[in-house]
């Protein structure tokens, strides 16, 4: 299958970061907005108030401990939980992966160059894989393992998850790395990585509410938010489910994310 990614080099996106806003560039916006802005960003408080319905159809308001699907900032807190590895000593960053992973090894092949893949190029997006993003799983479906997931095996819905590109020639956003991370994390522990993440990230960050697992049992599935689609039709089952956890498992909420 043909596929349309846009690689740039790696080094070229720090420059982009720090081009793309220097202090003392002149505002785009009207003395009165920027008047406004300033009161906005010097008089914040600690609050946190909902908008909107958490479902339509059953007339549910968001509040404030209202839960969503954090889609892909699940992969920033999975950095958190990978680095806690590499602090413990569990981990390295710049080691091939395949010394890590135990159930299942990443099939190098000529397109990598003889370039070893590192956590610190799947965290980074300069792996050179495949597989931008997952749609998930309608409730009921037959969920895949994670090794079916990066093999692209049955009942996955997505390809697998391989090099098109030797490691650190570009950055192209993979979520089909972060899930090798995901498995990695696995492997070391020898846990669920939902546990894991529980007991090493969310719980000592204070995200009382926070959860990855899939699909969020134990919760009360009131202060769950309906997902729908940009129609507006509702998502059937109400929400996906995601074996793809670290890179798109995430149950959260406001509260929890910017405590």
Known sequence: MKRNLICLPAVL????????????????????????IKLVENNLGDWVKGYGWADVDEKRPVTEKTLFQAAS??????????????????????????QYLKSWKFPYDSVSGGKPITLSALLSHTAGLTIHGFPGYAQGDTLPSVQQVVDGQKPANTEAVRSFIEPG??????????????????????????E??????????????????????????????TGYKADGTRVDGKFHIYPEQAAAGLWTNPTDLSG
């Open 196 to 225: 894991y993440m529980q007991k090493n990230v969310i719980d000592p960050m204070g995200m009382k509410s926070s959860s990855y697992r899939q699909p969020p049992a134990g919760t009360d599935t009131s202060l769950l938010a």
């Open 13 to 36: 996106l720090p420059l982009l970061l720090i081009t793309g806003c220097q202090p003392g560039t002149q505002s785009r916006y009207s003395p009165e907005t920027e008047e406004r």
């Open 73 to 98: 900032i699940s992969k920033s807190l999975n950095g958190v939980g990978v680095l806690k590895l590499v602090q413990d000593g569990k981990l390295d960053l710049y080691t091939d992966i395949n």
């Open 169 to 194: 020639t570009c950055v192209v956003y993979s979520g089909g790395g972060t899930t090798i991370t995901q498995q990695i994390v696995t492997d070391v522990t020898g846990r669920p990585y939902d």
